[in-house]
C-alpha cells in the first residue's frame, strides 16, 4: 500500500480537491485510486470507528466498489482536512494533522466526534499505554518500574514492543507522535 506524503486536502465549491508538494493540484475522483486506496487504508486501520461508521452510511453503493471507497475517502476528507492553511494534512512522514473543519451541522450532525475529530487507534495495549504514559509524563524508567509493580526489563520490553507497534524508533519521535495524535489527553 503507497503512503501519501506532503498532500494538502480542501474543500472548494463542495468538491474534494488535493495539493502536492511538487505544486500538482488535482480533484478527488473516483478513479483516483492511488490516492482514495492509500487514504482508506489509514482511515480502516487507525480510525475504525469512523470508517465504521462511513462503511454503514454508504453501505447502499457497496456494489459499486469504487464508488463506495471514493465516498468514504470524500466524506471523511471533507470533515477532516477541508481547509487550505500552512500545515500539510499529510506531512512529508505521513503523519496526518486532522483539522477541526467548519460546518454548517456542528452540534447536531450524528456523526460529530466519530467522523470528523474521529478517535485514533494507537494499536497499543493497556500495558503498553500505563507505562508510555507515564513516560511522557516525565517519569524515568526505574520510577515507572516502582509506581506499577514491574522490572525495568519489562518496561523496556514494553516500550520497545509499543515502538514496533507504532513505527516509531527513538523517544524524540515517539513524543512527537504522541503530542500529535493527542494520545494522553481525555
Sequence with gaps: MQQLANIEFFNYENEVWYH??????????????????????????????AYAALAAEYSRCKPNLPMYRYRIVKRFVRCNF????????????????????PCPLRGECRLENIVCRPAFNHKISDAEFRVLKLWYMGYNKDEIANALYLSVHTINNHIQNAFVRLGIHEKAEFFKYAKEHKLFEP
Design 20 to 49: 502536492l508538494a511538487d505544486g500538482t493540484m488535482d480533484r478527488l475522483l473516483e478513479q483516483n485510486t492511488t490516492v482514495v486506496d492509500a487514504v482508506l487504508h489509514q482511515i480502516e486501520e487507525f480510525y475504525p470507528g
Design 82 to 101: 477541508g481547509n487550505i492553511d500552512n500545515v500539510q494534512d499529510i506531512d512529508a512522514t505521513g503523519t496526518w494533522h486532522l483539522e477541526c473543519v
